[in-house]
């Protein structure tokens, strides 16, 4: 099992950026692929990206491709989302979470084995 705690979230005005983090607070990463996924009020929980912690395999969802990315740190066991030319319809609650698989539907429907407790991430128009 692993624990997940996402930190970084916060206020920021289009165009800017930001980077959100996510630590494993108990269990290692080491049998996971980590990855992100958002809800915007009114609207379903969407997937945006996930990484393999052992290898680097990746996945974006199509709409996150070049803006987002999953860059990760092995020294801190930390897994990041970099956002960057956020927009005002990038508001939402941002979730980190484990699986055991980087393919496949999984990430997509949101059946994923850990979830992390959520961090607000608001953009300003």
């Known amino acids: 099992q692993v624990q997940l705690e996402e930190s970084g979230g916060g206020l920021v005005q289009s165009g800017g950026s930001l980077r959100l983090s996510c630590t494993a607070s108990?269990?290692?990463?080491?049998?996971?692929?980590v990855g992100w996924s958002r809800q915007a009020p009114g609207k379903d929980r969407e997937f945006l990206a996930a990484?393999?912690?052992?290898?680097?395999?990746?996945v974006y969802a199509d709409a996150m491709k070049g803006r987002f990315t999953i860059p990760t740190d092995s020294a801190k066991n930390t897994v990041y989302l970099q956002m960057n030319s956020l927009k005002p319809e990038d508001t939402a609650v941002y979730y980190c979470?484990?699986?055991?698989?980087?393919?496949?539907?999984?990430?997509?429907?949101?059946?994923?084995?850990?979830w992390g407790q959520g961090t607000l991430v608001s953009v300003a128009s």
């Open positions: 979470a484990a699986h055991p698989a980087l393919y496949g539907s999984s990430w997509y429907v949101g059946s994923v084995d850990f």
């Open positions: 108990r269990g290692t990463f080491s049998s996971y692929a």
């Open positions: 990484i393999r912690w052992s290898g680097g395999d990746t």
